[in-house]
């Protein structure tokens, strides 16, 4: 935006004076002396803008302040405004009619005053303020100059960067910021440590209650200690004056169970003669038990003598009489009897052995006299085995024979095909032929020369050619006119010097010489005209001389060649000779590949016919054994097949193996039994022996006990027991009638004791009108009676020596309190 | 006989400027304060040393937290049983401290008055510790000035909080001055304050042995304290024992104008792997410096949020790397990298923003509500983002000039 014209219209000194600005971008100066008006005209430029200040002083004299001022825009676009002083409503159109102030702020572009002031408005003041507030970085003035003054831009950028950075930090007021929040923290973290912090002073002053609460505890301690001595004492106190009347009680009681003791004392009689006697007393009364037992037994034991004497009686008369008074011993006797009875099962059991193994071997011998008598079969196992290792050679020899037919015929096709041989296939294959490579050496031998032979004849042709060519030129070249030669020319040369000579010698004449001069001379010249046709001529001569030369070499190597031919053909038939056949070597070298197909049939055929012929011979080996052993062996086999053969000798070889182990088992069987009847018939004579044994010891024994020889064990055992009870009843007689007497004694003994001390200790006891036994309990009771009394005042006196020493103690006591 | 020197222990102050994210280290660097005075502790006992002199600053002034001392007596109770005497002043810090006032030591530490300078004689060892602590946090006066006298006879050894003759980042206490030290007649003066190890003198032996743990990438390299090894009463060595558990270090990567990310990435992990190996297996600490033209840079800048989760991922590969930060600086060589965006980056390039004080009075204008937000553990101590202080604003300046122009270039490049 520019201004086009200004318009003072009523500011400061100016009325309706004009200011234009016509020259479309250049800068315009408006200058003027001191006082003229300058920086009045800028305010007003700025009042226009933005407003005239109330309190300007700027208003003309005739009255209100007034600007106007026609803006261009970059666009071209005219505006005409009018700024008048007041406190709203001052812009207007050329009309008077009210412009929004929004219509000039969209012409500046959003500009403030300040910003004006500061991008355009400078003047010396506001230049040294604008440094100043550049040097602290300080508004949008500093901004502006700063950027006026440099061209740089972005300062703003950085200078908001950093304000955002800093209000991101902290701001006076935010509650969330960090440098707020740690502040936050601090003092809150502050605040608890000086909460968590033991200070001195608490610890001093806890350690002070802690100090008086410890004195405060020994106090209460001592007091404590105190309180317990001083109930201990009461207590003592409070005990000693229990204890006295206590005392006092006490010696009363015991002086009166003093007195009751010593009057007891008193009244006790224990008589000396019968506690004296109190062992004796106390013997008499163990006594006194077996003495009522024996005289309770004693009918009893009368009785059983009775008894047994009835007893000895019967078994006197059941015990045989003729015996010895030294009889043998019972058990001996008994261990016979058994004995008896044992070799009596002993022969039994012997004897039905005898009879089952006898009839075992019985039975075994007759089933081995029916059974076939053993053969022998090893010639048809050997057969058998010889026919076996063989393997299945009927198959193999089948398969042979085919094979070798077949070989034969593919082999005899290829010989009749050969051609030029009529042989058998073995001389087919040792056919003396010539090794193919040879033949091969050969053929190519022959080729070689025949090559040769035929470039001699193309070379020797090509020579003749050209030497006729060579003579055909000449021939021509001769028949235009004679050719001058070197050799013409000296000749003719030579003639003229010799004439010259002659003609010097005289000896000629002049125009012979000149003659020959002019020949000599013409035949140069004519070299020298026609030296051309003279060197065509002498190269045609040497051509033709050395042609004729190469003839001569070619004639010599055909020679050599059709020699060596010879040679080759001849060693060729003598190669082919041996076979009887004459081929040329590509013939026979076909002849040989096709020959070489067939002998290796042939070899192949003759092989295999050798085989079957092999194996025909192998089963002829073994068949003939193998039938000739079966038919000894009785199996005749009905079929000649080897096979059959094999499967017959099989079965027969089975069958016999089984029943040679039948009879292998029939045989053991049967020594098993003869064995064993052996044995039994040594165990029958071990019994016999001990039967006479036994029959002498029993002898004895009967005869011992008065019996018959013949008497059984039986009679012997009841003869041997009735003997027994006799002796037993004897016996217990004896017995009976000593204890009897032993009983009597006693009683005896028993009653002059007891007569005996109570005659001593109570004779009241000693009469006929008290039983022994009665006397003697009536002692007993008398000492256990004594006995007690004695002890009673043993108990009185100790009580009595007890009583005097309490009484005395009481006494002491109570007169020490 | 070896006397151990150690200063600075800060037990318990935290590790700064280590951003907690995935698979960070975190459990090695919570207490790596203590795990460095466990070090120590178990240094002096393997080592068999007779005497160990912690020249102040045992905690941070700040810190209330009484179960510090409490840690701090029972590593000193190990030394007692280990027959380790230990003699201590307190720094500016435990002057602060409430822990300081109130904590019992063990009766083999003898903590030397506030009040004036005193001498512990270890007769049976013929060592005289001369020393005083600090009775508040700012003590201005020259403490060596009324140290006793050496004892005749024994080893000397002046126990000092000091910032000598000042330090850079080190609040100015106690200053002295060496040549002073150096005439006292001490055989060693055992020094603490200045977080970095330095030997100022060695006739005497004027050492500041560094803090014992780094805390920040400020405080780079191999921290612990020194070993002095003395027969006769005379020094035979001076040697630093690295006790620290995590390592800091302060990784940079030069890079051409055609440098990728890629590129940047692959140095940077060469060049973490390195620091680590030179950390001898403990936990490294580290910061990237990228530096090169603005191209790259810009490249490098425009990508910072994932090139730094790219670096935090080498870091978790190479094990034992915390990643605290990227950092990115434009390197200019005035000839090549113009960039041809005009006479006004030379401007601003030349422009010494740092050195204009109206600038620099508005810029603390501009900061100052921002300031007013920040805790004080940001805005004051040492490493502190001192907006307030005219140094450090000048510094702020001059990287915010080199960022812009890094920008403006790029910007100008683009437009």
Redesign the interface.
């Known amino acids: 935006m520019r201004i086009r014209a200004l318009r003072l219209l009523a500011f400061g000194p100016f009325r309706e004076r004009t200011l234009r600005f016509d020259s479309d971008g250049a800068i315009e100066l408006v200058y003027g002396p001191n006082e003229a008006g300058k920086s009045t005209t800028r305010r007003a430029v700025l009042g226009l803008l933005f407003g005239i200040p109330q309190r300007s002083k700027d208003g003309h004299s005739a009255g209100e302040a007034r600007v106007g001022a026609t803006l261009v825009g970059d666009d071209g676009r005219a505006l005409e405004i009018v700024r008048r002083k007041g406190a709203k409503n001052t812009l207007l159109d050329p009309s008077e009619n009210i412009l929004d102030e929004g219509v000039l702020a969209r012409w500046l572009g959003g500009m403030d005053a300040e910003t004006y002031e500061l991008a355009y408005g400078l003047d010396h003041e506001g230049l040294r303020h604008g440094g100043a507030a550049l040097r602290v970085g300080k508004g949008q003035l500093g901004e502006s100059l700063f950027s006026a003054a440099t061209g740089l831009t972005g300062l703003h950028g950085v200078l908001a960067g950093l304000q955002s950075e800093a209000d991101a930090i902290y701001r006076p007021r935010g509650a969330q910021l960090p440098l707020n929040l740690a502040l936050r923290t601090f003092a809150e973290a502050k605040k608890r440590i000086a909460q968590l912090a033991t200070t001195s002073d608490k610890w001093l002053e806890v350690e002070k209650q802690i100090e008086g609460a410890r004195g405060e505890l020994r106090d209460l301690r001592a007091k404590r200690a105190a309180a317990f001595e001083e109930r201990e004492r009461a207590r003592a106190v409070a005990g000693a004056a229990r204890a006295l009347e206590a005392a006092r009680a006490r010696l009363a009681e015991i002086d009166e169970a003093l007195s009751a003791t010593n009057a007891e004392l008193a009244a006790i009689d224990a008589p000396a003669e019968l506690l004296g006697r109190a062992q004796a007393v106390a013997g008499l009364q163990e006594r006194l038990g077996s003495h009522r037992k024996a005289r309770a037994d004693r009918p009893r034991i009368a009785a059983e003598l009775e008894a047994i004497e009835e007893r000895a009686r019967r078994a006197e008369k059941g015990a045989p009489r003729g015996a010895k008074t030294e009889l043998p011993p019972d058990a001996r006797v008994r261990k016979l009897a058994m004995e008896a009875e044992r070799l009596r099962e002993r022969e039994r059991q012997i004897e039905s052995r005898e009879a089952e193994q006898a009839s075992a071997i019985a039975r075994a011998s007759e089933r081995l006299a029916a059974m076939s008598p053993l053969a022998d079969d090893a010639a048809l196992r050997d057969a058998l085995e010889a026919a076996r290792r063989e393997g299945d050679v009927e198959a193999r020899l089948d398969a042979a024979a085919r094979r070798a037919e077949r070989d034969r015929t593919e082999a005899e096709a290829r010989a009749r095909s050969l051609g030029g041989f009529s042989g058998s296939l073995e001389e087919l294959v040792v056919l003396p032929v010539p090794p193919s490579e040879v033949v091969a050496a050969h053929a190519r031998d022959a080729a070689a020369i025949a090559e040769r032979r035929r470039a001699t004849a193309d070379r020797r042709r090509r020579l003749e050619e050209d030497r006729a060519d060579a003579e055909r030129a000449l021939a021509a070249l001769r028949a235009e006119g004679d050719v001058p030669t070197e050799e013409t020319l000296a000749r003719a040369r030579a003639d003229r010097d010799a004439l010259w000579e002659a003609v010097r010698g005289g000896s000629s004449d002049a125009t012979r010489y000149e003659r020959a001069v002019r020949a000599a001379d013409e035949i140069a010249d004519r070299l020298r005209r026609e030296a051309s046709r003279v060197s065509r001529a002498s190269e045609l001569g040497a051509t033709s001389v050395a042609l004729a030369r190469k003839l001569e070499i070619v004639g010599d190597e055909e020679r050599a060649i059709e020699t060596e031919l010879a040679a080759h053909e001849r060693a060729w038939t003598a190669l082919g000779k041996p076979s009887g056949l004459s081929r040329s070597p590509e013939e026979m070298l076909a002849w040989l590949a096709r020959w070489e197909i067939a002998a290796a049939a042939a070899s192949r055929a003759i092989e295999a016919g050798k085989e079957a012929q092999w194996l025909a011979s192998s089963v002829e080996r073994v068949r003939g054994p193998l039938r000739v052993a079966l038919e000894r062996a009785g199996e005749p086999c009905a079929s000649d097949a080897l096979s059959s053969l094999e499967r017959a000798a099989t079965r027969a070889l089975a069958a016999r193996e089984k029943s040679a182990k039948e009879r292998a088992a029939l045989e053991s069987a049967r020594d098993a039994g003869e064995q064993e009847r052996d044995r039994i018939a040594r165990e029958r004579a071990a019994c016999e022996r001990e039967r006479a044994t036994w029959s002498a010891a029993w002898s004895a024994c009967t005869r011992a006990l008065g019996l018959p020889d013949g008497a059984s064990p039986d009679e012997v055992t009841t003869a041997m027991d009735a003997l027994a009870d006799l002796a037993r009843a004897e016996d217990d007689l004896e017995k009976t009638r000593r204890r009897l007497d032993g009983i009597d004694r006693d009683a005896a003994r028993f009653t002059e004791d007891v007569r005996a001390i109570a005659s001593a200790c109570a004779p009241d006891l000693v009469g006929a009108q008290t039983s022994i036994e009665d006397a003697c309990a009536e002692l007993a009771r008398r000492l256990a009676a004594a006995s007690e009394r004695r002890a009673r005042r043993e108990t009185l006196e100790e009580q009595q020596r007890k009583q005097n020493a309490q009484a005395a103690d009481a006494r002491a006591l109570v007169e020490q309190r | 006989m070896r006397i151990v020197h150690a200063a600075d222990l800060h037990l318990d102050s935290p590790l700064r400027g280590l951003p907690p994210y995935d698979g960070a280290p975190i459990a090695a660097v919570r207490e790596a304060t203590r795990r460095a005075c466990e070090n120590l502790v178990a240094f002096c006992i393997e080592s068999s040393a007779a005497i160990l002199l912690v020249a102040g600053d045992l905690y941070d002034g700040d ?5 510090t ?1 409490l840690f701090f007596a029972k590593e000193m109770s190990r030394l007692r049983e280990g027959g380790v005497r230990v003699v201590v002043v307190r720094g500016n810090h435990d002057a602060a401290s ?2 300081t ?3 019992r030591l063990p009766d083999n530490v003898r903590e030397l008055s506030a009040k004036k300078a005193e001498t512990v004689l270890f007769e049976e060892l013929g060592v005289a510790v001369h020393g005083r602590s600090f009775a508040e946090r700012a003590v201005t006066e020259d403490l060596s000035r009324d140290y006793p006298r050496p004892v005749d006879g024994a080893f000397n050894v002046g126990l000092l909080h000091t910032c000598a003759e000042g330090r850079p980042g080190h609040e100015p206490y106690a200053p002295c001055k060496v040549a002073e030290l150096a005439a006292r007649g001490y055989d060693y003066w055992a020094l603490g304050h200045v977080h970095q190890r330095e030997v100022l003198s060695r006739e005497p032996w004027i050492v500041f042995p560094g803090n014992l743990q780094g805390r920040h990438v400020r405080e780079i390299g191999p921290k612990g304290a020194t070993a002095i090894d003395v027969a006769g009463g005379v020094i035979e060595s001076v040697e630093h024992v690295a006790l620290d558990v995590v390592r800091w270090a302060e990784c940079s990567v030069d890079v051409g104008a055609s440098a990728s990310v890629t590129d940047v990435l692959d140095a940077a992990r060469a060049e973490m792997a390195a620091e680590l190996e030179r950390a001898d297996g403990r936990v490294l600490a580290a910061r990237l410096v990228v530096r090169g033209p603005s191209a790259a840079i810009a490249r490098v800048a425009a990508a910072r949020e994932s090139v730094t989760a790219e670096l935090r991922a080498i870091a978790n590969d190479l094990r034992d790397v915390y990643f605290e930060k990227l950092r990115v600086a434009t390197t200019f060589s005035s000839a090549t990298d113009r960039g041809g ?4 980056v030379d401007t601003l390039a030349t422009l010494d923003a740092a050195s ?1 004080e109206e ?1 620099l009075a ?1 810029a603390e204008g501009a900061l100052a ?2 300031r007013a ?3 004080i ?1 940001i805005t004051s101590g040492e490493g502190a983002l001192a907006l307030g202080d005219p140094a450090s604003l000048r510094a702020l300046l001059r990287e915010a000039q080199q960022a ?1 122009l890094a ?2 270039r790029a ?2 490049e ?2």
Do not use: T, V, Y
């Open positions: 810190w209330r937290d009484f179960s001392g409430q822990i006032r109130s904590l965006a005009g006479e006004w204009d600038l508005m509500d921002f937000k920040l805790p553990e812009l920008r403006a910007a100008s683009e437009g």
